[in-house]
């Protein structure tokens, strides 16, 4: 399919070392100036920026893959421009080829600090945290004196989950007593479980997931060397990604694509799958680099969970409760499997155990 208007494909910038939610031939939200949806979160930066109040800390929060980072780095580089170059100093808007957008893609503008995880030259995996070292070094941007006409510094964290109680507490006390023009934009994909003395501290921005139609148009948008995906394909992923253009891509691969089937496979054979074929499916998830296909996984569980529901649901709330108690279960194994980076084997397997004892 071609992209949307019929622009031509442009090539995607080589990619560097390893960063947290890369996705395949996909640009980072660094580097993509547009961003689709969110009028209403866009808007709320440009008036307080035109009105002079712009608060210093943003928790900019919502499920992930829906523009979250891609809006703070379209923020950033409004901020870090010199105000002399903007035809219009009341929208986030920049000229096409300002270099502030180079410098922001590129990370390399002396007033953007991102702090993310990034896999360090010569790793062979991307770090599970952000460490308090990491933390410091970035924040030691704010010591100094900005540069530039515009003045502002932004740091950009990218997301508030992947910082340790250490890396948390280095970014508390510097929201606590914020240098003069400095702006923090956090990126968080769950925010009610931050440190409230952060959440306290910050102007909350809540974003939505998008429409299907969105999804679609920026996925199409993507250059080279996407493939273009075929039409089908695409409106099913972007029908079942619950408004996550990073799950609808993950969708779109190859490699989900044949999980999905395996566990379409297994769920049709309970109560009483395979459980050679589990166990085969929980050994294909225990490298460190399979949680895309994890969660495919577990969305294509709680899909059979909620579909199965709905199919009973003239059986009564007293049937369908083992259900729903197996579905809260695993979520919860899930959500703990990922905080203390557990084997994802046994998750696995319990998994479809309680769906076949609830089937039972």
């Known amino acids: 399919m071609p992209p949307e208007g019929g622009r031509a494909r442009k090539e995607a910038p080589a990619v560097s070392e390893a960063e947290a939610g890369d996705l395949a031939h996909v640009p980072r939200p660094r580097e993509q100036a547009r961003l689709v949806g969110h009028e209403a979160a866009q808007a709320a930066f440009a008036e307080a920026l035109a009105a002079g ?6 928790l900019i929060g919502g499920p992930v893959g829906i523009g979250k980072a891609t809006l703070a780095y ?9 105000p002399r170059t903007l035809p219009d100093s009341k929208t986030l808007d920049l000229p096409e080829g300002h270099p ?3 410098q922001v893609a590129a990370l ?5 600090i991102a702090l993310r995880r990034v896999q360090a030259p010569g790793a062979k995996t991307l770090p599970t945290r952000i460490s308090v070292d990491a ?15 515009g003045g502002w ?3 950009i964290v990218d997301s508030a989950e992947d910082l340790n109680a250490n890396s948390a507490n280095a970014l508390l006390k510097m929201i606590e007593e914020p240098p003069p023009r400095a702006i923090f934009l956090i990126v968080s994909h769950a925010p009610g479980r931050l440190l409230p003395t952060i959440r306290s501290r910050c102007r909350a921005l809540t974003l939505r997931p998008l429409a299907e139609a969105q999804v679609r148009a920026v996925i199409e948008d993507f250059p080279a060397p996407f493939p273009p995906p075929d039409p089908a394909a695409l409106a099913r992923a972007a029908a079942l990604c619950e408004g996550s253009v990073a799950r609808a891509v993950a969708l779109l691969d ?4 044949a999980i999905e089937a395996e566990v379409s496979a297994l769920l049709a054979g309970l109560p009483d799958p395979d459980w050679r074929r589990v166990l085969k499916l929980g050994e294909s998830l225990a490298a460190r680099d399979a949680e895309p296909l994890l969660t495919a996984v577990l969305d294509a569980i709680q899909r059979h969970v909620a579909a199965e529901i709905d199919r009973r649901q003239g059986e009564g709330p007293a049937r369908l409760l083992p259900l729903v108690e197996a579905a809260e279960r695993i979520a919860a194994a899930a959500r703990e499997a990922a905080i203390y980076n557990l084997d994802r084997r046994p998750l696995v397997l319990a998994a479809f155990e309680a769906l076949a004892a609830a089937g039972r």
């Open 53 to 58: 109040r712009l608060h210093h800390a943003w």
């Open 254 to 257: 190859p490699a989900t694509q």
């Open 135 to 149: 933390a410091r070094e970035a924040l030691a941007l704010f010591a100094t004196t900005a540069g530039g006409e």
């Open 108 to 112: 390399s503008h002396p007033n953007l």
């Open 153 to 155: 510094r932004v740091c």
């Open 100 to 102: 502030a957008a180079r």
């Open 74 to 82: 379209r923020v950033a580089r409004r901020l870090v421009a010199d």
